[in-house]
Every structure is written in structure tokens, then in C-alpha cells.
């Protein structure tokens, strides 16, 4: 299994000292970061008390790039360099984008193949993709939480929402690497309500987490015992949320002025955003009033002043509401839950406050939802308890997530049909192999065409990456045996590889989905925001390569002292001598060097590690303490 | 790795026979996952992160295995050198072949009137078959050592979960 992708070994700092780790929501209509401090987990504040972020992100005429309420505040004025609910773009192509018409920005259009693969938005600072802008409004958090903590971060856990697919999920974490984040793990929103949640109440039981945001709709079943959360299904839509509840309001509002006023004159982009914001402050109102005004000058001069009831409110957007149902039952029926079996409902995301989604939620489980935490703020809470954990600073066994793949894996085979290779709802990390053939005689190569989805045909699905296996020896058709296998990661990323089994050629691919950046843009880019001079990143390479040679040394050190008997005397002097090797290279001023002496180390360790995984598991069957794992 | 705990049953310390404990087997995998789980390793050195990466994914494989009866049975006609669905064994008896026509055409004539009342019923007459199917197949195993046996109701029990999948995509589609 030697294909396993190991991402970048994680940040070195000393032992034992309290490690800067934040949660990150990075949501459609905000965003927030949490962390925990002295055991309490709390969102981050800026300098003017908001906790939340509005994710719009401005290009302003300086040169500038505005985030949050002030670029919130320019909306209007200047629509089409103010991009809003830039989630709804990340990972998509233009011809995902059905309602293009309501969308105020210019879509940069380049040539057919181009516009296919990567969406871009054309703004007075140049184009500019979905990775790069959901990126602004990571720096902008992640500056707010150095300066709120005092010193840099080790890391993020970052939340997505739990349907998200590969090329969405890969989007986010492109994003996370260009704001110089380090990404702990992608955590899907709904697992880090129930985090949230789960350790403040002790919750045991059944779970659904209903999370209807600005622009998505997630409702994850989680069975939750002893401190593991597992998700037993994930369902959802990943266009619909509270901006949809907005523009029917919008669209309600013209109809009526469109009633009393023949010659209509088209709205302008301002126009637009404007009546959008106007019709948001609406629902907002509504939540605890029976009605709310609508009232705005647009820019003819016109005067909009309409006033929409509660009732009315509920019968333009009842079938939005109906759309969530659909999904729930889904999830449900994946889980193989009946209502009974439902301990709790917990909901998430703003548009939850709405009165007739909470009716319709409390109507169907047959039991009031939990909202006493703040539906804004509960996937940041939780996501911040995540990080603390991963990043080491919370020494307990007691919470654990197993998350599962939110869509199926496959291949597409002869005639266009799928062939599922991962089955939605498995349980992470997973790899699973199948055996396929050639078609034709003296078939030599051979493309597989990886995609994701439910559907049968792969037209219905959506295409993740294609990569061709060369040098198959000639055979009769059908005597070839071709093994695929796809490796899915804890963070739900996927890889893929395909060998010969009688010659042993292959090929793999890291699923870098052509939505996504490649290595060499996010290279690019990451080289063009940090200005750093040559000298200061060699040294900078020096220093990060020593640190990480000390901390194997270390470890490898304590280990050997600990579990040295797992493996025999002549194994152990091996690793010793690559121990002395590392130590002896580290003294020297070459980075390079030090780096590849830590890669030898951790070869000559493979085996010891995997024994002392074993003896770990053992430990932990037989109920002992299992300390010793902890390097 | 060490061959024992590519063995699923002994991963997860259960004796290696069809009727198993699956209070046992959750509670074991959990303890496996909370040991080996990528979570706990996120900060260790590239080697352990491989190390509980594999052990994970071995435990998960091993996990949705063992849970599921077809499956559960299939594995351990394997362990004997049986491949319950390689194409020379297409023998089923003429009984089974007609009972699953006659499921298959219910299901059809379900789709097209859209009715998943029908569905619904056909999934619980398919569910109490597969029931039966596992009593027998813990008889045929654990005490009789009937390989042959065993592998005719495998096959029976893992067409019956096709069709039970296949039903429920067609609810799925419906709702």
C-alpha cells in the first residue's frame, strides 16, 4: 500500500507548549474563527467587536483589496468588483452556473476548453478565481487571529460543507495554502455543529445536524457514543441556502413594481445588489415581525416601497423549504433510521432562525430542534475544538471523528456507464482496488476516466480527473488484468492509481480536478504574495529543515528507548546509524541535505512505526493504556 | 504489517465463523480507530502517518466486511478458497432463479406506477428472506462445515442484496 498520499509533515514546534490552532468557517454570507483559550472555545472578534465576516471580498479602485463589512458596504455602489457568496463558485466551472442572468459579475470567458475548466470573474484588478478571492477572506481571518492570539498560528481546521465534492473540497484547501495557512483538516460543517455541541451537552444517541447557510443545504446523521462521532450519511444541496429565500424576495418585489408601473426600466448592476440587500434586511426582519417594508430609491430615481407580510413571505419560499425535505428523507433512509430512532435535530447556519424552516423541521423529526447555541457560530466553535485536538494540545482519547466520503467514487467503463469503486458513506480513510480489462485485442493502453456521483451514466456524474495507463503488453481482449485503486484521505481527498498486474506498469494521479489550481499556479501565486528576498527563504529552509531534524531525531530516539524490542537488535542499530547520519548533516548549512537525511530516516522507520502501530492496536483491544503511542 | 492482523477476524480479536457478535465487532473497531485514526497522528513523523493511515484503512475495509452478512460470507468462503461470485460458479437452483424474476418484475412494475408503498413492502419481504438466509448460512458454517452449501446461499443472499439495492435507488429516484 506503499500509493498512500501522505500530505506535508506537519509543523514543527517545541513539545509541550500550548499550540496557536483556529477553526475556520468558511461560510457563503460569513465567515468566523474560533479557537479555544483556557478550555472554552470562543469566536474571535475584530477590532470593531463583529464576529462575523461577511465573505465579500472588494477590488478596489487603489489597488487595494477590501474584506468584510467594509467591502459589504460598496456593494451597491460598485457591484461588479465586489464579489459575494464566492463559496457558491469554488470548484465549479461557468457551465455549473445555472442562474447566471442574477449574477452581477462578468465571468472572464476565454476559449471553449478554457471556460469549461476554471471559473474566473472578471474584476479592475485582472481576473481572478474563486481560490484566489475565498483566499483573501482566509488572510483576513487569519490575520485577525494572530493579532487576537499573539503569535502564528500551527494551523486551521477548515469546514466544508459535508456534500462538497473532490473538486470543491481540493478549491478550499488551494485556498487555505495561498492565505499561508496550513491545513489541519478539511472538517465537514455539520460533524463540527454536532463537535460543538456533543462536548458542551454529552450528547449520546443519534444526531441530525440541519444546516441550512447562505448558499448550501447539509443534513448530515451522525450516531454519536464514548466521544466518537460517526456520520452515518450525509445528504444535501449544494445550490440552495438563504441567498435563494433573498431572491425570491427580489423577485417578489419586481413583480410588484412591474403591477403598478408599465415601462419598467431595466435595472442596472446596482440596482440589483441593492434590492438583493434590501429584500436579505427583509427576511431578517420577518423572523420576529409580521412585516416588513421594502423600501429603496434605485438609480432612475424610482422609488420602490413595497411591504411583504409573514404569510406572504412563507408562501413564496414554502417550496424552498419543501427542497430540504427531500435530501432529510435521503439521509435517513442511508442511515437506515426511522424518527424513533432520532435522539436530537440541531440546527445550523442563519437561515435557520426562519420560523416556518424551524415548523418544518420540528414537524417532520416530530421533536423541537436544539438552538441554543448560536446557529452562526456553532460550526466555528466546533471546528476550533477540532484543531485544538489535532494540534495536540488537548492529550485526551476521548474525541474522535470518522467522517465518510459524501458521493460515490468510480470509473466510467464501456458504453458510458459508471462503475462505483467507493461507495457513498464509507467510513474514512478507505482504499479500495477493482479489476478491470482491455476491450480490444492488442489493446496497449488504456484511459481512466475517474468520476463522482450517484448516477449510472457518467454523463450524470460529475468528471474528477482522466489519466491514461501506457505500455500494457498486447493481449487478447479480456486476458489483461488491470487494478485500479483509489485511496480517499481522512480530509475526503481522492488519489488514484492503475498497475498491470502481469507486468507491473503504472500510473497514478493525485486528483487534482481541472477545477482546481495546479502545483505550479498555486506555486506562482504563493511566490507573488510573500516578497520575501532569496536570502530570507534560504534561511528561512534552513532553519525549518533543522527544527524538523530535530524533532525525528527525537522522537525516533524515544521511541527506540520505549518499543526498541518490537524489532530486532540488527534493526535497530540500522535506524541508529541514520539517526547519527541526520544528526552529523545537521550541523552543516545545507537545507537540502538535512531534508533528504530526514527522508532516509523516516524510511529506515517504516517498519518500526508499522510494529508499533500494531503493538498500539493490541494495547487498546486488551484495554490497556496506550500512552505509549504518544511520541 | 503483519499477515495476523490482515486477518479482519483477528484485527478485531472475534473468533473467525459466520455468527459474530456485532456489539463486539463495533466496539473493537472503535477502539482500533481511537489508536490508529490519521487524526491522532496529524503533528507525529511521516512514517507513523503512514503507518495509521494503512491501519485505519485496513480496519475500515475489515469493519464494513465483517458488518454486512454477504459480505461476512464471502470473505470467509475466500479464507477456504472459494470465490462465491467467480463466473464458473453460476449454479443456483431453479426455484431461486424464478423467485428472483418475480422480485425483479414486482420491482419493475413498482417503478412504473411510482408507487414506494410497493417498494417499501418488497424491501421488508427481502429483508425477512435475507434473515432466513443468515440463519442458514450460520448453520452451514459454524457447524457443519458445508462449504459447498454455504456458497449456493451466499450467492443467494448477495443477489438479494442487488436487488435490495436497486429498489432503493429507485426510491431514491422517485422521492
Redesign the interface.
Known sequence: MALLQISEPGMSAAPHQHKLAVGIDLGTTNSLVATVRSAMSTVLQDDHGHALLPSVVRYAPDGSVIVGHEAQAQQSADPTNTIVSVKRFMGRSINDITDRAHIPYKFASGSEDQAAKVLQIETRAGRKSPVEISAEILKSLKTRAEKSLGGELVGAVITVPAYFDDAQRQATKDAARLAGLNVLRLLNEPTAAAVAYGLDNAAEGNFVIYDLGGGTFDVSILHLSKGVFEVLATNGDSALGGDDFDHRIYCWVLDKVREVTANFAPLTEGDTRLLLTKARQAKEWLTENFEAQVLCRLSNGMLVDVTLSADQFVEITQHLVTKTMSPTRKAMRDANLTIEDITGVVMVGGATRMPHVRHAVEEYFKQEPLTNLDPDKVVALGAAIQANVLAGNKNDEDLLLLDVTPLSLGLETMGGLVEKVIHRNSTLPIARAQEFTTYKDGQTAMSIHVVQGERELVSDCRSLAQFVLRGIPPMAAGAARIRVTFTVDADGLLSVSAREQSTGVEARIEVKPSYGLTEDEITTMLKASFSSAEDDKKARMLAEARVSAGAIVSSVTAALAADGNLISEAEQNAIRTEVERLQTIAATDDATAINQAVDALNHATEAFAAARMNASVSHALSGKAINSLEM | ??SA?NDYFQL??LPEQFNIDPKLLEA?F???????????F????????????????LS??A??TLKNAARRAKYLLEKQGIDAVADTNTALPMDFLMQQMEWREQLEDAKAAKDIAAMDKLLSDLRSEAKALESELSELFDHKKDYAAATEVTRKLIFIDKVCADI??A??YL?
Open positions: 504489517m503483519s492482523q478485531f480479536a473493537n472503535r477502539k482500533i480507530q481511537s489508536a490508529s485514526h490519521p487524526d491522532r496529524v503533528s507525529a513523523e511521516a512514517t507513523e502517518k503512514l503507518a495509521s493511515m494503512q491501519l485505519a484503512t475500515n475495509e469493519y464494513s432503493q435507488q426510491i431514491e422521492d
